[in-house]
């Protein structure tokens, strides 16, 4: 997918955290219910076990088998609900996953939108200082001219060596502010 350079609003964004937000009441709300199935399916089964061997044991007694195959029957359907709310409780246990992750992601989004205006401003000084940096250098470069041996005067070569050493003092500085302001600028980018 080729990447158009429009930019999603935050409205938008914050619409979808809504949306993820009651999506995830639902899935905590499916979660709890298969919770409560899992504690109720043993006694369930219990009652079908039971009402099994009241039929076995009723065979004879027609009216008495009917009514406890027909709870048998009632008791089955009731398992096969509880069993389906803890097949739904699993789905919703790998689904809020997505959730959680969509949080953090909505977390670092609204971060990134309120460094903007921070990110901007050393954008700014940080191509103010390349230009200081590039001035430096073109500096540096003019006094290794002038230091070059025999083409200028031992005063022009002696008065180039200080300027070469003062320029290289402020590289240092310059680069070192430089760093600075980069390393601030990819922190609030994180």
Not at 7 to 36: E, F, P
Not at 70 to 85: H, M, N, P
Not at 164 to 175: C, D, G, H, I, T
């Amino acid at each position: 997918m080729s990447n158009t350079g429009k930019k999603v609003s935050m409205a938008v964004i914050d619409v979808l955290k809504s949306i993820m937000d009651d999506k995830a009441k639902k899935l905590q709300a499916t979660i709890a219910d298969g919770r409560r199935a899992k504690s109720e399916e043993p006694l369930i089964c219990e009652q079908i076990t039971a009402l099994q061997r009241f039929v076995v044991n009723s065979r004879y007694d027609r009216n008495e088998m009917q009514e406890a195959e027909s709870d048998l029957a009632d008791y089955e359907q009731q398992a096969a609900g509880i069993r389906a709310k803890i097949n739904r409780a699993g789905n919703a246990e790998r689904d809020i996953v997505w959730v959680d992750k969509f949080n953090v992601s909505y977390a670092q989004i609204k971060q990134r939108i309120k460094n903007q205006p921070r990110i901007n401003i050393l954008k700014e000084q940080l191509a103010a200082i390349e230009s200081d940096i590039a001035k430096i250098e073109h500096g540096i470069d003019i006094c290794e001219l002038n230091m070059a041996p025999g083409v200028y005067s031992d005063e022009v070569a002696q008065q180039a060596q200080e300027d070469m050493k003062k320029y290289q003092r402020e590289y240092a500085s310059v680069v070192e502010r430089w760093r600075r302001v980069a390393n601030e600028i990819r922190e609030l980018e994180r």
